[in-house]
C-alpha cells in the first residue's frame, strides 16, 4: 500500500514512513493510494466475524503484500481483544454501537491499540526506538498510553495540562509507568500542543531522536474505525433495511472513518454528523460554506473542535463535491440543555444511560428519521462509556453510574509525572533525562 497527501495526490510515501510521520511535509493529509475497493460481498463475507477477526480480513487486503499473515492476525488479535455491540434501543430502527469496551473505555482505543501495533512491528524491523510525543486534554492521552504500554521499541511521552483533565484520566496518564512517561504542565492543552509542535521542528532534538505522533489526523488511526463499521452491518443487516450511521463528531476523524470504509464498498446508505455547538459541518451543510471557528466549550467536551482536522480528509472522500458530501451525509448539532434533557429522555424512553457524546449521537440519528421518515435501520456509535463522565451523568439522570473493574483500579494506584512549566526549554531538558 502506498499513500499520498491531499495536498500533492502525484507523490507517494510507503506505509512505514506515512505511520512514523503522521502528517506530510505538505501539511496536506496522507490517503491511501489508491483506496481499494473491496466491495459489498467482500465485506458481507466477513461482516458476522469478531471485530479483531475482521480487522485481520481488511489488514490482509491492505497490508498483505507488506506484512505477513501471521504477523497481521498476531497484531489484530491483540489490538481487539474487545467486542463493538449493538445494543438494540427501537426493534429495526434504533440501535447503539458501544464502543467503549476497550481499557480506557472510549473508542479511541481501536485507532490506538492497532496504530501501536503497526509502530511496534515496523520498529522491530528497523531495530531502532520510536518516541511518541502527544498532547491531550484528556481521552486520547488515556487510549494511547494503554494502547501503547509496554509495547517494544516505542516510549511515549504525553503531555496534558495541570488540573484540567478529569482525576480518572489523569490517572489513566500518570500511573502506568515502564514506557509511558507523563509530563503535567503548567498551562492549557494549547500549551502542551505548542510544546509538542516545537519538539517536532527541534533540529537537535530530531538529530540523534526519532520522533513521532499519535494524533488523530493519522491514518492508521482510521483505518481501524473502519472495522467496528463492518462489525455493526453484520450485527444489523437481517433487518433487510438500508443502514444509516449517526456518529457524534469532533475532530471528524471516526467519520471519515466511516467514509473511507463506504468507499471501500461497505453497503452504508447514509451518514449523520451530530455534534454539540461547535457545528461548522452541520453549517456547511446546510449553507454550502465552510467556516471554521474558535471551540467553544461544552458539556460534551471530547467534541470541542471549532476547527475539525479531518474535515479535508472527508470532503476529500466525497471528491471535494458539496452534492457528494450532502448526499451521503446529514447534519444535526445540540447545545448543553437539549443534550441534558436528551440524555434524561433516552434514559426513560430506552432505560439507556448514554454519556453526552453518545446522547448527541442518539438524537442526530432520532432527527434524521423523523425528518425523512424513511424505513432504515439507524446505528448510533457509543463513543465513550458514561462512567467517563460520571459527575454529569449521575446529576442529570438522578442514578448511580459504576465505574467499570479495570478503570476503578486505577484510581488506587499513585500518580508518577514530571512537573513542568509551559516553557519548551523547560521540557526539552526534562525530556533528555528521560530518552
Ligand atoms: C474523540 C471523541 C469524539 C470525537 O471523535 P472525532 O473522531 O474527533 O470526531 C466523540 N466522543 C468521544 C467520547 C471522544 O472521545
Given at each position: ?130 518516541n511518541?510525543l502527544?498532547a ?19 516510549r511515549?511521552s504525553?503531555l ?21 512517561q507523563?509530563f503535567e504542565v503548567n498551562g492549557?492543552?494549547?500549551d502542551c500542543q505548542a510544546i509538542v509542535k516545537q519538539a517536532f521542528v527541534d533540529a537537535e532534538l530530531n538529530a540523534h531522536l526519532?520522533l ?206 514530571i512537573r513542568i512549566s509551559a516553557n519548551y526549554a523547560d521540557f526539552k531538558e526534562s525530556f533528555l533525562q528521560t530518552v
Amino acid at each position: 500500500m502506498r499513500f499520498y497527501s491531499t495536498n500533492s495526490p502525484s507523490v507517494t510515501v510507503s506505509t512505514e514512513q506515512a505511520l512514523f510521520q503522521s502528517m506530510p511535509a505538505d501539511k496536506g493529509l496522507y490517503m491511501p493510494a489508491p483506496l481499494p475497493y473491496l466491495g459489498a460481498d467482500f465485506f458481507s463475507a466477513i461482516a458476522d466475524q469478531s471485530l479483531a477477526d475482521i480487522g485481520f480480513a481488511i489488514s490482509q487486503a491492505l497490508f498483505g503484500d507488506e506484512i505477513s499473515k501471521s504477523d497481521l492476525e498476531d497484531l489484530t488479535h491483540h489490538a481487539f481483544p474487545f467486542s463493538t455491540p449493538v445494543i438494540e434501543l427501537e426493534a429495526g430502527k434504533v440501535g447503539v454501537l458501544e464502543l467503549f469496551h476497550g481499557p480506557s473505555l472510549a473508542f479511541k482505543d481501536v485507532g490506538a491499540r492497532y496504530m501501536a501495533g503497526l509502530m511496534s512491528y515496523f520498529s522491530k524491523q528497523t531495530d531502532k526506538e520510536v518516541n511518541i510525543l502527544v498532547a491531550t486534554s484528556g481521552d486520547t492521552g488515556g487510549a494511547v498510553a494503554m494502547g501503547f504500554h509496554n509495547v517494544p521499541g516505542v516510549r511515549v511521552s504525553i503531555l496534558y495540562p495541570s488540573g484540567r483533565v478529569s482525576e480518572l484520566q489523569e490517572k489513566q496518564l500518570t500511573t502506568l509507568g515502564g514506557n509511558i512517561q507523563a509530563f503535567e504542565v503548567n498551562g492549557s492543552f494549547d500549551d502542551c500542543q505548542a510544546i509538542v509542535k516545537q519538539a517536532f521542528v527541534d533540529a537537535e532534538l530530531n538529530a540523534h531522536l526519532s520522533l513521532s505522533s499519535a494524533n488523530s489526523i493519522n491514518i492508521f488511526r482510521l483505518i481501524p474505525q473502519g472495522f467496528y463499521y463492518v462489525s455493526a452491518f453484520g450485527q444489523v443487516r437481517s433487518s433487510g433495511k438500508p443502514v444509516v450511521f449517526s456518529t457524534p463528531s469532533g475532530n471528524f476523524g471516526n467519520l471519515s472513518a466511516g467514509a473511507l470504509v463506504q468507499k471501500m464498498g461497505l453497503p452504508v446508505s447514509h451518514f449523520v454528523a451530530a455534534t454539540n455547538l461547535n457545528h461548522v459541518v452541520p453549517n456547511y451543510l446546510k449553507t454550502g460554506d465552510y467556516v471554521p471557528k474558535a471551540s467553544i466549550a461544552t458539556i460534551s467536551n471530547a467534541m470541542d473542535v471549532g476547527s475539525p482536522s479531518n474535515f479535508t480528509r472527508l470532503s476529500h472522500l466525497y471528491d471535494d463535491r458539496y452534492d457528494q458530501f450532502k448526499a451521503n451525509v446529514s447534519g444535526y448539532f445540540f447545545d448543553d440543555d437539549e443534550t441534558r434533557a436528551g440524555m434524561k429522555r433516552i434514559y426513560e424512553t430506552y432505560n439507556y444511560v448514554s454519556c453526552p457524546h453518545t446522547a448527541i449521537g442518539i438524537m442526530g440519528l432520532e432527527k434524521y428519521l423523523a425528518d425523512t421518515k424513511q424505513d432504515i435501520t439507524g446505528v448510533a456509535l457509543a463513543t465513550a462509556h458514561p462512567s467517563k463522565f460520571k459527575p454529569l451523568v449521575e446529576e442529570v439522570l438522578n442514578v448511580s453510574v459504576e465505574v467499570p473493574d479495570r478503570l476503578a483500579e486505577l484510581a488506587q494506584r499513585e500518580k508518577n509525572s514530571i512537573r513542568i512549566s509551559a516553557n519548551y526549554a523547560d521540557f526539552k531538558e526534562s525530556f533528555l533525562q528521560t530518552v
